[in-house]
């Protein structure tokens, strides 16, 4: 069976630090792996996905993951924060059929 | 990617009452889904919803408390029946794109049960 660990349900970063959100992942099948932000009050937004091929992965607004097969990890980065990118963050993992097993979130705060 | 309305996007409600929430698509897909977030919770996969056949429920969700209706390809609902606190969620529709098991999802549906 598939699952999703987030390790973390709250990070802090300051303002132009680098944002490291992590998400180990467990799967009898090759995964293909999602990374979604929800803003307050809004629904999931894709950032990025990790199907086949390239294991660096790269998002939209600066984000990117690496998918370590070794490590069963899919963490996501972005280099420099901004305060626009306070949200929460769900790491998901396909489980067949169309559906997704989704970690427990974690909650980005962006300090100035 | 497509694009996904939902109505309402929030209401309050008493409980014992059924409210309907409406999932709109602006495009055909085959494969629709209902979620569930509670509060400061993640995402809870509630049933899974084709066209054409019953939906697909997942442990723990019932027919009887979350029916679902699937008349065309662009198109569901979900209806919380007999609704109590505990319902208070949001519940997001979410469709499959052209990329196989990437799933885009609606602005979500904010229930309140007084």
């Known amino acids: 069976a598939q699952s999703v660990t987030q390790l973390g349900s709250h990070v802090s970063v300051s303002e132009g630090a680098l944002v490291l959100l992590r998400c180990n992942y467990s799967?009898?099948?090759?995964?293909?792996l999602f990374w979604y932000v929800q803003y307050p009050n809004q629904g999931l937004q894709l950032l990025l996905k990790?199907?086949?091929?390239?294991?660096l992965v790269k998002g939209i607004n600066g984000f990117e993951a690496e998918f370590k097969k070794s490590e069963t990890s899919f963490h996501l980065t972005k280099p420099s924060a901004h305060m626009s990118d306070a949200a929460e963050y769900f790491c998901?993992?396909?489980?067949?059929?169309?559906?997704?097993?989704f970690g427990q979130g974690t909650e980005l705060s962006v300090k100035p | 990617s497509a694009v996904i309305s939902q109505k309402p996007s929030r209401d309050i409600c008493q409980r014992g009452t059924s409210l309907t929430i409406q999932c709109q698509v602006d495009s055909q897909v085959t494969m629709m889904f209902w979620y569930r977030q509670q509060p400061g919770q993640s995402l809870t996969l509630i049933a899974t919803a084709n066209q054409g056949s019953e939906a697909t429920y997942e442990s723990g969700f019932v027919i009887d408390k979350f029916p679902i209706s699937r008349p065309n390809l662009t198109f569901s609902t979900l209806t919380v029946s007999n609704m109590s606190p505990e319902d208070s969620s949001i519940y997001l529709c979410?469709?499959?794109?052209?990329?196989?098991?990437?799933?885009?999802f609606g602005p979500g549906t904010r229930l309140l049960v007084l």
């Open positions: 998901a993992v396909s489980a067949g059929g169309g559906k997704l097993i």
């Open positions: 799967s009898s099948v090759p995964p293909y």
């Open positions: 990790y199907t086949t091929g390239a294991t």
């Open positions: 979410s469709v499959e794109g052209t990329v196989r098991e990437t799933q885009y």
